[in-house]
């Protein structure tokens, strides 16, 4: 695990892409979502991008920015041949630290709908919905975890 640099963006980019794929979305909604899910270097001064490395490529990232007590996790993306393999869980533990080291006690999450299932079982709870910034009509699970105590 280590910080994510300007030169990652392509990679992170491109991994967050393959990554909301792997659900099955049309050509349509990918298109729809590509600007939302480009890494640009002004995301790295506003938040703590983290990317997970295996085997010298990068197969997961996240982000965090931190207001007071509370933070928000912007991302949390593994690639698709990782999902379920430990790296998901791993990034969020990374982001939670982060967030606790910075003060904060508590997680904002918007999540695909998809990915609801991995925050629940993390400890997350589904306490709303947001709408899409891509997608017109399309809602977005919101959730809230607790931060405050790192395991």
């Keep these: 695990m280590r910080d994510a640099v300007e030169s990652d963006c392509v990679a992170i980019s491109e991994l967050a892409l ?3 794929a792997y659900w099955g ?3 349509a909604f990918m298109a729809a979502c ?18 997970a490395e295996e085997n010298g490529g990068i197969v997961g990232f996240h982000g965090v920015t931190v ?19 430990g790296v998901g869980q791993q990034l969020y533990d990374d982001a939670r630290r982060i967030a606790a080291a910075a003060g904060a006690t508590s997680f904002r999450i ?3 709908p998809n990915a ?11 306490v709303g919905e947001v709408p899409s910034a891509s997608i017109p009509g399309r809602v977005i699970p919101v959730l809230e975890a607790d931060v405050s105590s790192t395991e």
């Design 18 to 20: 393959a990554s909301k």
């Design 25 to 27: 979305y049309d050509d």
């Design 34 to 51: 590509r600007d939302e899910l480009t890494m640009r270097a002004s995301d790295l001064s506003r938040a703590r991008v983290r990317v």
């Design 67 to 85: 207001d007071g007590r509370g933070a928000e996790l912007e991302w949390l993306f593994v690639a698709p041949d990782a999902i379920r393999t």
């Design 110 to 112: 918007e999540a695909d």
């Design 116 to 126: 609801v299932a991995f925050y629940v079982r993390i400890g997350a709870r589904l």
